[in-house]
């Protein structure tokens, strides 16, 4: 019991830090959905442990009917998950969450067809997911991820990225804009640009060379140019 009380506290100080609308410890208590779905897992997910199977489940549903939020007892969910506002949140059986995770409403962390086993994605520590977005399929989202409202994952995610778009794209990795090269990803503006830049600025290159012999071939390429032509040739 002690421990049970230090977990809902720790919860409870999490939306406080998180959620600038959060007037006060006793409102988060009585009116958040969010984090009373996920108070109802931890029994259930305790259920679910023990072998009792059907009542875990049964109580999922009757916390789904009461906070708009369904949570399989299966999941493995680590600590100060904040679910905001929550209507529509849904994670599988097989999905695994870290700690500090924020999902938005509408979220899903589901699977992508009938296979068995690990079927449903794997949520690293402080990833936030937008509202609407969904990541399908087992796969993992590395941790520090942000993740746009109403992308669509279905791809592994490197630590520290951004990803925005259906199907979703990485446009940030450790803080430095990502350019889409892979003709697998969905097409970004801004990237093609630069892509179409770079790609003339080469032609240019070859004609002056050609055009001044053996000595312009010497001459160093500008850094800013070589960075573009790196972001260039290195694939998503």
């Not at 897992?41 to 009792?52: D, E, I, M, Q, T």
């Not at 929550?86 to 409403?105: C, K």
């Not at 520590?125 to 941790?143: F, Q, S």
């Not at 520090?144 to 778009?165: E, F």
Request: with cysteine; net charge neutral; proline share 5%.
């Amino acid at each position: 019991m002690p421990h049970l009380l230090s977990l809902i506290r720790e919860d409870i100080g999490t939306v406080m830090e998180r959620d600038p609308a959060a007037k006060s410890r006793l409102e988060v208590f009585l009116c958040y959905s969010g984090l009373h779905a996920v108070w109802f897992y931890r029994v259930n997910h305790w259920f679910w442990n023990h072998g009792l199977f059907l009542l875990g489940r049964w109580l999922s549903q009757v916390a789904r009917l009461l906070t708009g939020i369904e949570i399989h007892p299966g999941a493995k969910i680590g600590r100060r998950l904040f679910i905001d506002h929550g209507m529509g949140v849904v994670i599988g059986e097989t999905a695994i969450v870290g700690d500090d995770v924020t999902l938005f409403q509408g979220v899903t962390l589901g699977g992508t067809g009938k296979e068995h086993g690990k079927r449903h994605p794997t949520i690293e520590d402080n990833v936030v997911v937008g509202g609407g977005a969904k990541i399908l399929g087992n796969i993992t989202v590395g941790k520090n991820c942000r993740i746009g409202a109403g992308s669509v994952v279905l791809r592994n995610v490197p630590d520290n990225s951004t990803v925005v778009g259906v199907p979703g794209h990485i446009i940030l990795r450790e803080g430095k804009r990502v350019v889409i090269t892979d003709p697998k990803q969905i097409a970004d503006p801004l990237s093609e640009a630069l892509a179409a830049v770079a790609t003339e600025v080469n032609k240019l290159r070859d004609r002056v060379q050609q055009l001044e012999g053996p000595e312009a071939k010497n001459e160093p390429m500008p850094a800013s140019l070589q960075q573009i032509m790196e972001d260039i040739d290195y694939q998503i």
